[in-house]
């Protein structure tokens, strides 16, 4: 298999950067920034792709794991131990979610998770006591960028490796035959109720540590910064435009997301999220895989081509 | 009164995330006709009926009709896609800035005995009910509309018996949109709005079709009652900012403890 | 002897008004091949999903092998042992025919496969079995009628399960094809699985089932050896009052 031997590459390559561009605070920022989107696209991609649960809710586990670790860190909590308590905090109320909202499907789950957004969001905005409301959280530790730099590259890592042994697992299959036809999984004996709050806790997971790492970086918390609905939308878009329910297509929409928005966000304002949208709705009508899918479908034609020399127009 | 327009979502089922899309731009081409040529907001449905309903007619004919055979996740995406274009156009062209209509009729009220009513609140609860009276007798009187239930119920079956299905389909989804455009002028007479305009009333009224049971008319007006009545109580224990909390509350609620809505578990009862 | 496998006691559907089965018993006998048939909208495959739990009765009970399933999800169900496949096929459209599979034997009664391509290797030998084991790698939504119709029953037989539910498996085949499938219910019951099967092809229900059940209007109007059921007058009544031809 050629495969593993790109990963190590890739990862050897990530390892290597900060020490080859040392200096270089902008470009580390830059890539630091794309492994954390990408970590939190492959996140949602669990339910959104392989369970084909689309939420639009995971803000709130986001923004859970950022105001753990903002709350601890204030309390002099050891950071590793607010980073744990982050994820786990998120998985834990993702039970507390699972329950309700599964009990219903397709479009009806997904309007249910916009209502999940929005009231996490209004609980950090009006519990004064414990969130500072809307003037938020600012954390008074400071982590070097190297150090937050291999937090986001292990974390995404673990997340990668855990997505291929997914892909692979009869946990995966149950997945997808969630996203197939809930009705015909049910009958060949898949419990679909806890395949889907499984994949929900572990992506909840994620994102909660993911959450704790927007906070060490950014310093500063807000109920519209973690909690917001753009949010929101960034984590559903970033793996449609890669390519849902695969390994590598979460972190390709996480490049482009990044590179995209850095180019417009500075400029236009909301032309960003326009842009979105149209992209959003031609990979829906013209490529429903994805930048990925896409690339597949080039690679393939030009494999035959290739491998098929003989082939006479007839 | 919202509520009332809510009814529309439920029976027609056109709960796609568009439409809060076109909520706020309902609201939003009443307030620009309205501030650039004067025309009165009450008349702003003659032009927003018809136009939106042209409009979603076309988005069914060349984007939503491309998807529906394929897993329903996909046309929710389109139809997110759309919304998020509709919402940051607005931004565009609108900003992000919150609008109001005032005209002396918004600002006039009546008294009723004690309490004081204002004449648009009387207005839009008016207007609601006769939009629902009129799509009801649409659905049940006229052979469009028994077309309309028809596909509803069975694309296929409603094929065989020679029903246009695509031009059913144009005209359904062109009449959702319709409604809720003009559901969107209603309510710009009564709240401020801005592009993100029509989040919340999604939520809202996604949470009055839950509780009212998912295909049941008078369950969904049972339903709309049921929110009214907890928000007015909820807001008199807590933080008006929380009012939206409060359906929010309600739908966990409800889902948990009585999966088949409260219709179906009145349904339930009836039969024990 | 033969003991009871699944039964059914008092067994009501209702739908608003519509009463599509109507205090039904049934007792389905362990390794045999059960016919179920009637005219159209007698309220077969209603009743067929009361006994395969797919749906939940208005009224009355289901048992297993001595174990209520009335209120037991069909995820559990499946895990028990009772397996039904669709009428209408239900495949996963965009995985392929082997995939599919595959799901069923990862999930279902056997004790489960730990590793891909232990299942794999179920799944790969159940379709030999069907006989569709060369379109293993295609996408399910591309197999033809037929082919949907045998990856219903791989399917459901990649589970391992001691009772299998068939709905009108043979509607819409061709002679040929029709032949193939009636071998292939006679190797599973020959494996030692029950069946009960819903159908409107009375010349193959009179060739295959070792007990027959009569369902008009919700109503079981006649049981009993097949060539007895169909000698009938009320059954012969029954079917002449309508336009399906034995
Ligand atoms: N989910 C449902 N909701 C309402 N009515 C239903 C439902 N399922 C079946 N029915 C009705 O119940 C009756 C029995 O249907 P059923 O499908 O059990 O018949 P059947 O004997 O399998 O017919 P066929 O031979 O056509 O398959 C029919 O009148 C049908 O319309
Ligand atoms: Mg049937």
Redesign the pocket.
């Known amino acids: 298999m050629r495969k593993p031997i790109v990963f190590a590459a890739i990862l050897f390559a990530a390892i290597a950067f900060p020490f080859v561009a040392p200096g270089a605070e902008y470009a580390i920022d830059v890539v630091f920034l794309i492994l954390l989107y990408g970590t939190m696209s492959a996140g949602w991609n669990i339910v959104g792709g392989f369970a084909g649960q689309v939420s639009f809710g995971h803000a709130a586990f986001l923004g859970i794991g950022a105001y753990t670790t903002g709350i601890l860190a204030q309390h002099s909590v050891p950071l590793p131990v607010a980073f744990l308590v982050s994820g786990s905090l998120a998985a834990i109320f993702s039970l507390l979610i699972g329950i309700p909202c599964f009990r219903l499907t397709g479009p009806y789950f997904s309007i249910a998770t916009i209502g999940i957004g929005e009231a996490t969001r209004l609980i950090a905005l009006n519990w004064n006591g414990l969130t500072g409301g809307a003037s938020g959280i600012t954390l008074s530790v400071t982590l070097p960028i190297v150090t937050q730099y291999f937090l986001a590259l292990g974390l995404c890592a673990v997340v990668v490796l855990a997505t291929i042994w997914i892909q692979r697992s009869r946990f995966g299959f149950a997945l997808a035959a969630v996203r197939a036809d809930p009705d015909a999984a049910e009958t060949l004996g898949v419990n679909t109720t806890i395949a889907k709050t499984q994949a929900l806790f572990v992506s909840a997971f994620i994102l909660g540590c993911a959450g704790s790492i927007y906070a060490l970086h950014y310093l500063f918390i807000s109920p519209d910064s973690v909690f917001g609905f753009s949010t929101a939308i960034a984590l559903v878009i970033m793996p449609i435009i890669g390519g849902l329910g695969t390994v590598t297509g979460p972190l390709i929409g996480a490049v482009i997301y990044t590179a995209i928005r850095e180019q417009l966000e500075a400029n236009f304002q909301n032309l960003d999220l326009l842009a979105f949208g149209l992209l959003l709705m031609a990979i829906v009508l013209y490529e429903p895989k994805g930048v990925l899918g896409a690339y597949q479908r080039f690679a393939n034609r030009k494999k035959r081509v290739a491998s098929t020399p003989a082939a006479a127009p007839r | 009164m919202s509520y009332g327009l809510a009814l529309i979502y439920g029976v027609l089922k056109v709960i796609n995330l568009a439409n809060a899309g076109f909520l706020m731009l309902g609201a939003y081409v009443t307030w620009w006709m309205w501030s650039t040529w004067h025309v009165e907001p009450l008349l702003a449905p003659l032009v927003i009926v018809p136009l939106f309903f042209g409009v979603g007619f076309l988005i069914e004919k060349f984007l939503v009709r491309r998807v529906l055979g394929q897993e329903p996740i996909v046309s929710l995406l389109l139809l997110f896609g759309l919304w998020l274009v509709l919402q940051n156009l607005a931004y565009t062209l609108f900003t992000g800035d919150t609008r109001s209509i005032e005209t002396p009729f918004i600002d006039s009220s009546v008294h009723l005995g004690p309490i004081q009513i204002a004449w648009p609140r009387i207005y839009v609860f008016v207007a609601g009910v006769l939009a629902l009276v009129a799509l009801q007798t649409l659905l049940t009187r006229t052979q469009l509309g028994r077309a309309i239930r028809a596909v509803a119920q069975d694309r296929d079956a409603a094929k065989i018996t020679g029903i246009d299905v695509d031009r059913v389909m144009g005209i359904a989804f062109g009449l959702g949109i319709a409604l809720t455009g003009f559901a969107g002028s209603l309510l710009s007479l009564l709240f401020s709005f801005n592009p993100d305009f029509g989040r919340t009333l999604l939520l809202k009224s996604f949470c009055i079709i839950v509780l009212g049971g998912l295909d049941s008319f008078v369950g969904v007006a049972f339903g709309a009652l049921a929110l009214a009545l907890a928000e007015a109580f909820g807001v008199r224990y807590m933080a008006a900012s929380l009012q939206n909390l409060i359906s929010f509350v309600v739908l966990v609620v409800v889902l948990v403890a009585f999966p088949k809505g409260i219709a179906g578990m009145i349904r339930s009862l009836r039969r024990a | 002897m033969s003991d009871v496998i699944l039964s059914g006691r008092g067994l009501t559907k209702r739908?608003g008004g519509?009463v599509?089965v109507r205090e039904v018993d049934i007792d389905v006998p362990r390794g045999e091949i059960f016919g179920l048939i009637?005219p159209?909208?007698?309220?077969?495959?209603?009743?067929f999903r009361l006994v395969a739990g797919i749906m939940a009765p208005s009224a009355g009970t289901v048992m297993f092998d001595g174990h209520p399933l009335t209120k037991k999800s069909p995820a559990a169900i499946c895990v028990d042992g009772v397996v039904a496949t669709h009428?209408i096929v239900r495949p996963f459209r965009t995985m392929s025919v082997l995939d599919n599979v595959t799901i069923g034997a990862f999930f279902g009664r056997r004790p489960q496969p730990k590793g891909r391509e232990h299942a794999r290797a179920i799944a790969t030998e159940v379709l030999e079995r069907c006989g569709i084991a060369d379109r293993a790698q295609k996408p399910a939504r591309e197999l033809n009628l037929a082919g949907q119709k045998r990856l219903e029953i791989a399917r459901a037989l990649a589970t391992d399960p001691k009772v299998i539910l068939l709905d009108?498996v043979l509607a819409g085949l061709n002679p040929t094809e029709t032949d193939r499938t009636l071998d292939l219910i006679r190797s599973i019951r020959a494996g030692g699985t029950t069946i009960v099967m819903?159908e409107?092809n009375l010349r193959a229900v009179r060739g295959l089932c070792s007990h027959l059940m009569v369902?008009v209007e919700g109503r079981k109007v006649a049981e009993g050896l097949p060539d007895a059921v169909l000698a009938d007058p009320t059954v012969i009544a029954a079917y002449l009052g309508t336009s399906v031809h034995a």
Do not use: I, M, P, R
């Open positions: 739908f519509l599509a009637g159209n909208g007698a309220g077969k495959s209603t009743l009428q009108e819903v409107h369902l």
